[in-house]
């Protein structure tokens, strides 16, 4: 999936527009296209792979 994410300390990555990974493809069934969100990240082997994931509101 791809996000505009602001700064991610955890990562050491400054904000950008970029493509993740989804730890299972469930969790994008609540979500769709220009949805604003709240989710969580982590570097699995070298894959950027969101974790976590809801609609911000
Ligand atoms: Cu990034």
Do not use: C, Q, Y
């Not at 730890?23 to 982590?42: E, H, I, T």
Request: net charge positive; charged share 25%; proline share 7%.
């Amino acid at each position: 999936m791809t996000l505009k994410h602001g700064p991610i300390a955890n990562l050491d990555m400054p904000g950008m527009t970029m493509i993740f990974k989804v730890a299972d493809p469930k969790m994008l069934d609540n979500l769709k296209p220009g949805d604003k969100v709240k989710f969580a990240a982590s570097n699995k082997d070298g894959a950027i792979t969101v974790t976590a994931i809801e609609v911000a509101r």
